[in-house]
């Protein structure tokens, strides 16, 4: 869950466009290091677009090890060289700076996510979370609520909804929401709650939208770190997912323009 209003810091867009074109006064591109970006795994399918999108305008190659926002903050908190890191929500990026890992002043919020239940064609057709009570449902895959925010999101909704006791004992934890995705897409889950960003593109199966009142927003944030080889580089890419073009595109996997990304329009 996003930290009350009050406790969010989010970079400037303008500082972020001064560093942007501080960037392109460095190396050239072909002697530039990889930039590492360490991602939440709902951003797997629309960051590695984005990342075709900015080693086009850049030059710069671009790499991403996606994973549970959690996992990825204490990679970073033990010294993972990362340049950037994008988590599912604010409080893991809050960690991430608190154990030294990670420049507080970069911190933005560049989308906010959405959740889904998730069915293969040929399997359940849900019309409402209650329906998830069937008999015909056995195991229900969601992220690890403890490092994931997107689980923690599908924990909440189902609580709040008044389903959790009922459904707990069908509950299948994965790792990351894109590990509940495959659960539920090689049939080791019947279903799975998951981002919608994973399954918006193409006709993967059939889904259902979680009402976002159930669970607290999944405010998705940003932040340049303190031990990769590439700050100019994370920022350059930190300012291409808060522009109209980044956010078009992230528009297009499902995730709704955050407020500090409204700024940048």
Known sequence: MAPPDGERHFIPVLLLSTALIAGCKAAPPSERPTLQVAAAADLAVAFEELGKL??????????????????????????????????????????????????????????????????????????????????????????NPEHAPYGKAA??????????????????????VRQALQFAQTGNADVAIVALSLVAQGDTGHHLAVDPTLHGPIEQTLVVCNHGKSRDGAR?????????????????YGFERSAAAQLSK
């Open 155 to 176: 924990r909440e909704a189902l609580i709040k909804a008044g389903l959790w006791g009922a459904l707990e004992s069908k509950i299948v934890q994965a790792e990351n």
């Open 54 to 143: 900015f080693e086009a305008r850049t030059g710069q190659k671009v790499t991403f090890s996606f994973g549970a926002s959690g996992a990825l903050a204490k990679q970073l908190s033990q010294g993972a060289p990362f340049d950037l890191f994008a988590a599912a929500n604010s409080s893991f990026v809050d960690s991430a700076v608190q154990a030294g890992a990670c420049d507080a002043t970069s911190k933005a919020s560049y989308a906010r996510g959405h959740l889904v239940v998730w069915t293969k064609h040929g399997g359940a057709v849900l019309r409402s979370l209650g329906d998830l009570q069937s008999p015909d449902i056995e195991h229900i895959a969601i992220a």
């Open 236 to 252: 350059a890419f930190a300012q291409l997912a808060l522009s109209s073009d980044g956010q078009a595109l992230l528009e297009r």
